[in-house]
């Protein structure tokens, strides 16, 4: 599958095949995570490898999000914070939340090429977790990557790419006209209307 088409086609899954992942497939997958942007060389992440059930429902408690637990594998994405300290020598939030993020979404899509399903999780007790895989104090837990050969990809759309353009300044529309194909019409969900 070409790099574009594992965009394109990458789904969140939350519905799993009662089926293993290899570790060597893992391997494969998070050798792809590192080749992310770092700033600087700091390549703050540490990746854990969860597949004890025990665990595994323990971070589904940390997150509040019963689906996790059913996942073959997750893997919990963390910032080395000493290290991103030690190589920009500045404060290490904001470079942590990019080189993860960076991280995560090369795990996903190597993981759509191999034909995996992944959702990850941002939004869980950091504490918890980090008591749960014993993480040092300067290695801070960032995301729960949930892995698996899934039921089935769900379908979902984006806007049109013409939503999102600007040409030199925010509110002007790029001189040459956005390709039909970038363009397709769709349904907008109704509570990002209300939000909106």
């Known amino acids: 599958m070409e790099a574009k088409d594992a965009i394109r086609k990458r789904k969140c899954v939350k519905k799993y095949l009662n089926k293993p992942v290899s570790t060597k497939l893992l391997f494969d997958i998070l050798d792809c995570s590192r080749w992310a942007q770092t700033a600087l060389g700091a390549q703050s992440w540490e990746f854990v490898i969860i597949k004890d059930p025990k665990n595994k429902n323990l ?15 997750l893997v919990v994405v963390c910032s080395n914070l000493e290290r991103i300290e030690f190589t920009l020598k500045r404060e290490p939030t904001e470079f942590s939340i990019m080189e993860i993020s960076a991280a995560v979404q090369n795990m996903q899509i190597a993981s759509r090429s191999l ?35 899934p039921k089935e990809f769900p379908e979902n759309e984006r806007a049109p790419l ?35």
């Open 59 to 73: 971070l589904a408690s940390a997150a509040e999000q019963e689906w996790i637990a059913s996942a073959p594998a």
């Open 162 to 196: 013409s939503e999102f353009l600007h040409e030199e300044e925010f509110g002007r529309a790029p001189e040459e006209e956005v390709p039909k194909k970038y363009n397709k019409k769709w349904q907008r969900n109704a509570l990002i209307h209300i939000l909106s």
């Open 115 to 149: 034909g995996l399903g992944t959702c990850a999780a941002f939004l869980f007790d950091r504490q918890m977790v980090a008591k749960i895989i014993k993480t040092p104090k300067k290695v801070m837990p960032l995301s729960i990557v949930a892995l698996g050969y």
